[in-house]
């Protein structure tokens, strides 16, 4: 562990709070120190009101905000002074400290600050660092924890027992601190929680943060509890396609609503999961106690997700009945999921989620393994991570999140994603809150969109290579299938069919129905294991109801799908499946509609480009994004009760209607 400061880094940061915005990010950067949302950092000013009084203000890192992308605006400034007397009460309740913090703030508009404020502001030092460090709770969470670290920092730290984060820890680290702290205390030890630093200088607490933590590190080396054993080479395949749809099946029926699972089968995570000792490691609690709201106490071993259901609820039963007031169980479902054959499986609501507890859990094999060479891993008892998992602060945190979107959970996999109709429909479907993977000849669809929840995937949609690529591809990374949205395709070279090649009519039919029903068969397990029930749309086209005169090879593949699908509707709908078909016309912003086409097709109706461009009922044009809409809205609630159907989205065609 080194510091990173950096002198011209640091420039660019201008004053105390510009500075307390770097060495924030600092410690964000370091994923051993912090993870996502973990630790909290606070500096102390003196600001002047507008009424013209100097006032001490604490800046405190508002909840919400993470230490690696904080700005200024992601601190709050707290009048300091009334934060003192607060520390000082007998006894506060959470909501009442928390209103009370939201009326000293200076800024009405500034962010919920931080449930660690009161702390930051008992301690006299101007810059105050908190973590989570890994080192740290990896030595803190053994059995003689307390006294190899009273042993290693002695009295550089001041040792707080654990008590819950919020007014108690407060009030107890101000009387210890006050009874304690001497010329050599640079910062506080919270046993099973994490570490606090300060000094003087943003620099000066920030690299107290990393010495500290580097001699935890250094304990750890000498005590050859460091390095772990270096797993056998990495299998790196993908995980039993079938077997994982089935536990993120159990999953989403445990907790209520569909979750994307995130598969990490690597040769680290199978060692992990594959420890002789795995249930003694694991079966205790987290790291640390804020991670319970992400990952639960513990992880489910192997896929019996109904006995931890009924574990869960139990414990939830015994820990609620000591609780202060009435609480409401959560979701029983796990979040953490370790299987010998499967690695480390996580979940959630979101792939963001599902990614945060992995992140999360990588750490936590870490420090167990860790803490299990330095004589065993120790994790606080049931009721303390109760009370965390069960705080109204940490729950009014998630709450804070809104409502799920309404896909929020599915996995959709389309065809043909890179342009037009294709990428207009994975656009819509991400703004429902699904997970894509976008599949598309064109290899820029694998760059379309830097984010978490999209998978672009070069393929050729007529190769079963390239599908069973793209199934394993979907189930490792969000762990099945909801929504299939066959959309791939392209409009043959008019030709009449007195001249029509066998090629030119074998290619389009390869393309339209022999690729469809290869995607259909194939996704058909998954579909059928789909939590809301699976939902398939193919993308079709007018000249299935209403051929135009030489497009016959596009009009008969299209004509086959549309059976395909009407097919898979009638023998499907016992699996809860959905199966529709849109009609578009006339959708001049895709990849079918080259100058060329367009030209050809205007002259075989005899129109200009622009008359047939509008040449329908409603004289409008049709967009991409027009019919991915309905597409979208095919695949949601509001159809739950539609299949079969063929929807034209065509502005109305006088020879269909
Ligand atoms: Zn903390």
Known sequence: MNSLWNNTEAAGFPGELGLRVYTSRLLGRDRSLVLHGGGNTSVKTIETTILGDEVEVLWVKGSGWDLETIERAGFTALRRAPLLRLAKLRQLTDPEMVNALMTERTDAAAPVPSVEAILHAVLPAKFVDHTHADAVVTITNTPDGEARARALWGDRLVVVPYVMPGFELARMAAELFEREAG??????????????????????????????????????????????????????????????????????????????????????????????????????????????????????????????????????????????????????????????????????????????????????????????????????????????????????????????PVLAGEVALVTGAASGIGRAVAEALLARGAAVVGLDLDPKVVGLWPRADFLGLQADVTSREDLERALDATVTAFGGLDLLVLNAGAFAQGSPIANLSDELFRGQMALHADANLAFLRASHPLLALAPRGGRVVVVASKNVPAPGPGAGAYSAAKAAVTQLARVAALEWGKDGIRVNVVHPNAVFDTGVWTDEVLQARAAAYELTIDEYKRSNVLGTEITSKDVAEVVAELLGPRFAKTTGAQIPVDGGNDRVI
């Open 183 to 404: 010329p050599q205390t640079v910062g506080l030890l919270l046993l099973n929680h994490g570490i606090f630093s300060f000094g003087a200088s943003a620099r000066e607490s920030y690299e107290r943060m990393i010495e500290l933590v580097a001699l935890a590190e250094d304990h750890l080396h000498a005590a050859g509890a460091w390095d772990l054993p270096v797993p056998a080479a990495d299998p790196n395949t993908p995980p039993p396609r079938l077997e994982t749809a089935r536990l993120r099946r159990a999953l989403a029926d445990a907790a209520g609503f569909p979750l994307v699972l995130r598969t990490e089968r690597d040769a680290r995570t199978l060692a992990f999961a594959r420890r002789a000792d795995v249930a003694e490691l694991t079966q205790h609690g987290p790291a640390t106690p804020d991670h319970v709201i992400r990952t639960k106490r513990r992880p489910l071993l192997g896929r019996d997700v109904a006995a931890f259901t009924r574990e869960y609820q139990a414990e939830f039963t015994r820990c609620a009945a000591r609780a202060a007031e009435a609480k409401q169980m959560l979701d029983p479902a796990p979040r953490v999921i370790l299987d010998f054959e499967f690695g480390l499986v996580t979940a959630g609501r979101s792939v963001k989620d599902a990614a945060i507890a992995a992140e999360i859990y990588r750490h936590t094999m870490d420090i167990q393994e860790r803490a299990a060479l330095l004589g065993g891993f120790r994790a606080l008892p049931e009721q303390d991570l109760f009370d965390v998992e069960y705080w109204d602060l940490e729950q009014a945190k998630l709450a804070r999140a809104g409502v799920p």
